[in-house]
C-alpha cells in the first residue's frame, strides 16, 4: 500500500502526457516506425491503436487520482458544476484540515444599473466583472453566475488561506471591479458588496448551508452600505436565522390579512374637502406590534414576492374603495404604489383590469404612485409600455417624491403624469426657511406651467399648510392633516374632518389666512 501514491502519481503523470498536444508530435514518428519495422499491418495497428491506448490511460489516469482528477477543475462553471466542485472541496477540506472559503458577490445599486442600461447592457457588465475575478482569483479556483445579482466563487483548500487571507482577496475583487467598464463609448463605475464564510465556519453542516452562509454574510454586507466586506460568524448565523423566520412570518402574515394598507388623507387646499387617501402598507404584528415597510419589504424583495405583495395591497385598497362608496362618503381617487418589480411584470395590465373590474371601479379613480427616479432611469420596454398602458385606462400618473431623483420635463409629458408629489424635505419647515420657500415656490411655478397638479407631502404644521395654499399647491397629505389609519378609523376621521372643515375659511393665494385646521 506504500507504493500506491507514487503509482497514483505516476498514472496521473502518464495521462497528462498522452492526453497533452505534446504527444500529437511523436504520432507521425511512431507510426513511420511501425510501418518500417512491420510494414502495412503494424501501421494499421499502430492507427487503430494509439488512440485507444491514449484514451484508456486519460480514464485510467482519472480514477487513480479519485479527487484529485476534479481538483484541475477551475474557472466560470455553470451552476451544476459549480455544486458538485463545492462538495468535492468542502469534504476534501474537511479531511484535509486546510482551510477554504466560499465567497459571495453582489454587484451594488443592481437595479438602478437595471433600470438605467437595461438587460443585454447588465448581462455584459456581469460577465466583464466575472472576468475580472478570474483575473484575481487563483487557476484552481472557480466561479458561477447565479440567478439575478450574484456571484459565487470557491477557494480550493491552502495552508495559509485563512480570515486576513480572504479579506484581501476581497479586497483586490473589489478594486478589480471598480476600474470603469467599457459600455456604448462611456466607462461605467460600479462596486461590490462581498461575504465569505471559511470552511471551519460551516464545516459539521452541509456543502449548501456554507454556501447558504456566504450569502447570509454577502446579506450584512449589502445592509452596512455599498464596497462592503463582511466575513460570516456566530452572529450572522443568530441574524439570518431571524431573518429566516421573518421572511416564514412574512408569507404567513399576507395569508392571513395581518398585512395590509393603512390609509393617509389627503385634501384640496382650495376646499379642505378629502380628495383622495394614498395606501401605506402596514405589519400588523401580533408580538412586535406595527411595522412600517422599511422593515418588511427587504425580505419581500429577497423572496421574490413583491409581486403578490402588490396584489394584496391592492385588493385591500380596492376593496377600502367600494366599502367607502357603500357608506356614501365621497373618496373620489386612491393612490397606490407601484414598484420596479411589479412595473416589470408583462401581465401587469391585464390583472390590473381584473382587479378593477371585481370591485366595480373605473380606472380613474386610481392614482398609480411611481418613485421619480424610475423615470430618471431611462425606464425599460416594459415599464414604459406598462405606465402608458396603465395611462390609456384612464389611471392617474403621480411622481412620488418629486425633487430627490432626476426626472427630466420630458419625462414628465411623455408619460402624461397627472400630479407631482412635492417631497417633505421640501416642505419641513418652509414656513420658516425662505430656500426652503424658494425650492417649494419653484417647483409650484413649473408645475403650473406645465399644467400638472400639485400634492405636498410631509405637511406638519398648519404654517406649512397654510403656505403651501398660498404657493399654489392644489392639494397637501401629512400628520399635520392625518396620521395612516386602519380602515375602521377613516370612517370616523372623515365625520370628524367634515365638521371641522364647516365654518373654517378657505386658504388660497387670494386670502393668506393661516388656518385651515
Keep these: 500500500m506504500r507504493n500506491l501514491p507514487s503509482f497514483d502519481r505516476l498514472s496521473r503523470s502518464l495521462a497528462s502526457l498522452?492526453?497533452?498536444?505534446?504527444?500529437?508530435?511523436?504520432?507521425?514518428?511512431?507510426?513511420?516506425?511501425?510501418?518500417?519495422?512491420?510494414?502495412?499491418?503494424?501501421?494499421?495497428?499502430?492507427?487503430?491503436?494509439?488512440?485507444?491506448?491514449?484514451?484508456?490511460?486519460?480514464?485510467?489516469?482519472?480514477?487513480?487520482?479519485?479527487?484529485?482528477?476534479?481538483?484541475?477543475?477551475?474557472?466560470?462553471?455553470?451552476?451544476?458544476?459549480?455544486?458538485?466542485?463545492?462538495?468535492?472541496?468542502?469534504?476534501?477540506?474537511?479531511?484535509?484540515?486546510?482551510?477554504?472559503?466560499?465567497?459571495?458577490?453582489?454587484?451594488?445599486?443592481?437595479?438602478?444599473?437595471?433600470?438605467?442600461?437595461?438587460?443585454?447592457?447588465?448581462?455584459?457588465?456581469?460577465q466583464q466583472v466575472c472576468n475580472r475575478i478570474l483575473s484575481v482569483i487563483r487557476s484552481q479556483d472557480f466561479v458561477t453566475r447565479m440567478a439575478g445579482n450574484r456571484i459565487l466563487i470557491a477557494l480550493r483548500p491552502a495552508q495559509h488561506l485563512d480570515l486576513e487571507a480572504c479579506i484581501q482577496m476581497a479586497g483586490r475583487i473589489q478594486s478589480a471591479i471598480e476600474d470603469p467598464i467599457p459600455l456604448n463609448g462611456t466607462?461605467?463605475?460600479?462596486?461590490?458588496?462581498?461575504?465569505?464564510?471559511?470552511?471551519?465556519?460551516?464545516?459539521?453542516?452541509?456543502?449548501?448551508?456554507?454556501?447558504?452562509?456566504?450569502?447570509?454574510?454577502?446579506?450584512?454586507?449589502?445592509?452596512?452600505?455599498?464596497?462592503?466586506?463582511?466575513?460570516?460568524?456566530?452572529?450572522?448565523?443568530?441574524?439570518?436565522?431571524?431573518?429566516?423566520?421573518?421572511?416564514?412570518?412574512?408569507?404567513?402574515?399576507?395569508n392571513s390579512g395581518e398585512i395590509r394598507p393603512w390609509f393617509q388623507p389627503q385634501i384640496s387646499t382650495d376646499t379642505g374637502k378629502v380628495t383622495g387617501f394614498e395606501a401605506l402598507a402596514r405589519w400588523e404584528h401580533p408580538q412586535k406590534g406595527v411595522l412600517?415597510?422599511?422593515?418588511?419589504?427587504?425580505?419581500?424583495?429577497?423572496?421574490?414576492?413583491?409581486?403578490?405583495?402588490?396584489?394584496?395591497?391592492?385588493?385591500?385598497?380596492?376593496k377600502a374603495m367600494r366599502d367607502w362608496d357603500r357608506a356614501g362618503v365621497v373618496v373620489p381617487r386612491i393612490g397606490i404604489n407601484f414598484s420596479s418589480d411589479e412595473l416589470r411584470d408583462p401581465g401587469l395590465i391585464d390583472r390590473l383590469k381584473w382587479e378593477m373590474d371585481q370591485f366595480d371601479l373605473t380606472p380613474d379613480r386610481l392614482a398609480v404612485e411611481i418613485l421619480e427616479t424610475v423615470f430618471s432611469r431611462r425606464p425599460d420596454d416594459v415599464i414604459t409600455r406598462n405606465v402608458t398602458s396603465m395611462v390609456a385606462l384612464g389611471c392617474c400618473i403621480d411622481l412620488d417624491d418629486f425633487g430627490t431623483g432626476h426626472a427630466s420635463i420630458a419625462s414628465i409629458k411623455?408619460?402624461?403624469?397627472?400630479?407631482?408629489?412635492?417631497?417633505?424635505?421640501?416642505?419641513?419647515?418652509?414656513?420658516?426657511?425662505?430656500?426652503?420657500?424658494?425650492?417649494?415656490?419653484?417647483?409650484l411655478t413649473m408645475a403650473e406651467r406645465l399644467k400638472v397638479e400639485t400634492l405636498a407631502e410631509g405637511v406638519e404644521t398648519p404654517?406649512?399648510?397654510?403656505?403651501?395654499?398660498?404657493?399654489?399647491?392644489?392639494?397637501?397629505?401629512?400628520?399635520?392633516?392625518?396620521?395612516?389609519?386602519?380602515?375602521?378609523?377613516?370612517?370616523?376621521?372623515?365625520?370628524?374632518?367634515?365638521n371641522k372643515v364647516n365654518g373654517v375659511p378657505k386658504i388660497g393665494r387670494q386670502t393668506g389666512s393661516q388656518g385651515g385646521f
Excluded at 36 to 60: K, M, N, T
Excluded at 83 to 95: I, P, R, T, Y
Excluded at 414 to 436: E, L, M, N, T
Design 292 to 318: 412600517g415597510p422599511h422593515v418588511f419589504l427587504p425580505f419581500a424583495e429577497q423572496a421574490e414576492m413583491m409581486e403578490r405583495f402588490g396584489q394584496t395591497i391592492r385588493h385591500h385598497a380596492f
Design 414 to 443: 411623455r408619460f402624461q403624469v397627472s400630479r407631482i408629489k412635492i417631497d417633505r424635505s421640501f416642505v419641513a419647515k418652509s414656513d420658516q426657511d425662505p430656500s426652503q420657500q424658494q425650492l417649494a415656490s419653484a417647483i
Design 463 to 498: 404654517g406649512e399648510h397654510a403656505l403651501m395654499a398660498q404657493l399654489g399647491c392644489n392639494h397637501v397629505q401629512g400628520f399635520g392633516i392625518g396620521k395612516p389609519m386602519p380602515f375602521e378609523k377613516t370612517l370616523d376621521w372623515i365625520a370628524a374632518h367634515r
Design 18 to 126: 498522452l492526453n497533452s498536444s505534446s504527444a500529437l508530435v511523436f504520432i507521425p514518428a511512431l507510426s513511420l516506425g511501425a510501418f518500417w519495422i512491420g510494414g502495412e499491418r503494424a501501421l494499421v495497428a499502430a492507427a487503430l491503436g494509439l488512440p485507444l491506448i491514449a484514451a484508456a490511460a486519460g480514464r485510467f489516469g482519472s480514477k487513480a487520482g479519485g479527487t484529485f482528477g476534479a481538483d484541475q477543475a477551475g474557472g466560470l462553471l455553470t451552476n451544476d458544476r459549480f455544486d458538485a466542485e463545492l462538495e468535492a472541496v468542502f469534504h476534501g477540506s474537511k479531511q484535509s484540515g486546510e482551510m477554504s472559503a466560499c465567497i459571495a458577490i453582489a454587484i451594488d445599486d443592481y437595479t438602478q444599473l437595471l433600470d438605467l442600461h437595461g438587460q443585454a447592457a447588465m448581462n455584459l457588465i456581469s
Design 187 to 254: 466607462g461605467i463605475y460600479l462596486s461590490c458588496s462581498i461575504g465569505f464564510c471559511l470552511s471551519s465556519g460551516e464545516l459539521d453542516g452541509t456543502p449548501e448551508m456554507w454556501k447558504d452562509a456566504a450569502n447570509n454574510a454577502l446579506i450584512e454586507a449589502q445592509q452596512n452600505g455599498p464596497s462592503t466586506i463582511r466575513a460570516y460568524s456566530s452572529d450572522t448565523r443568530r441574524r439570518s436565522r431571524i431573518r429566516t423566520n421573518l421572511k416564514k412570518e412574512f408569507e404567513a402574515a399576507l
